[in-house]
């Protein structure tokens, strides 16, 4: 079976940063899209930022120029640099990766990791 395993989540001061990985394990034959998304109490979830397999970035506007997504594909893992943290980047951290495995292609999802940034 797939995991997706984070790591890396905690509580911040603004100005702060953190950094969240991602290890994919399993009965993985690709991995393409891999992503982080959050939530908030009452809000739903939304991408944060998203890499391809060919290194090709995107972000939410409200990270831009704060957060920095790579991946290690030796590793199947995704990391999420976070820099300048605000109290309105507090919520739960999920990972996400597009892939082919054994049973199933698709997206699969991790446990989440709470980032809270204080004031």
């Known amino acids: 079976q797939v995991q997706l395993v984070e790591s890396g989540g905690g509580l911040v001061q603004t100005g702060g940063s953190l950094r969240l990985s991602c290890a994919a394990s399993?009965?993985?034959?690709?991995?393409?899209?891999m992503g982080w998304y959050r939530q908030a109490p009452g809000k739903q979830r939304e991408l944060v930022a998203a890499?391809?397999?060919?290194?090709?970035?995107n972000y939410a506007d409200s990270v831009k120029g704060r957060f920095t997504i790579s991946r290690d594909n030796v590793k199947n893992t995704v990391y999420l640099q976070m820099n300048s943290l605000k109290p309105e980047d507090t919520a739960v951290y999920y990972c996400?990766?597009?892939?082919?495995?054994?049973?199933?292609?698709?997206?699969?999802w991790g446990q989440g990791t709470q980032v809270t940034v204080s004031s």
């Open positions: 399993g009965s993985i034959f690709v991995i393409n899209r």
């Open positions: 890499i391809s397999s060919g290194g090709s970035t």
């Open positions: 996400n990766a597009n892939l082919r495995g054994l049973l199933r292609s698709g997206d699969y």
